[in-house]
């Protein structure tokens, strides 16, 4: 089933592996500069393509902190 029938090519695993480098460097982005004005350290780990309904993606995030 593709991720958006309008833009049949994010529906493949190509898209989804490119929407996952995107988030990837724009996580990474954001986390450095905080850990810049934060004076610290932070360690990333990949992130996963996950494709729900928003509580359903957040709630597990959530139970971790």
């Not at 490119?18 to 850990?35: C, H, M």
């Not at 004076?39 to 959530?62: C, E, F, K, N, R």
Request: glycine share 10%; no cysteine.
């Amino acid at each position: 089933v593709p991720l958006t029938p309008d833009v049949p090519f994010l529906g493949t695993i190509e898209g989804r592996e490119a929407i996952a480098e995107l988030g990837n460097v724009v996580a990474s982005g954001v986390v450095d500069t905080w850990a810049d004005d934060l004076g610290t350290a932070i360690d990333l780990s990949p992130p996963q393509v996950v494709h729900d309904i928003g509580a359903a993606v957040v709630d597990p995030v959530l139970v971790r902190l």
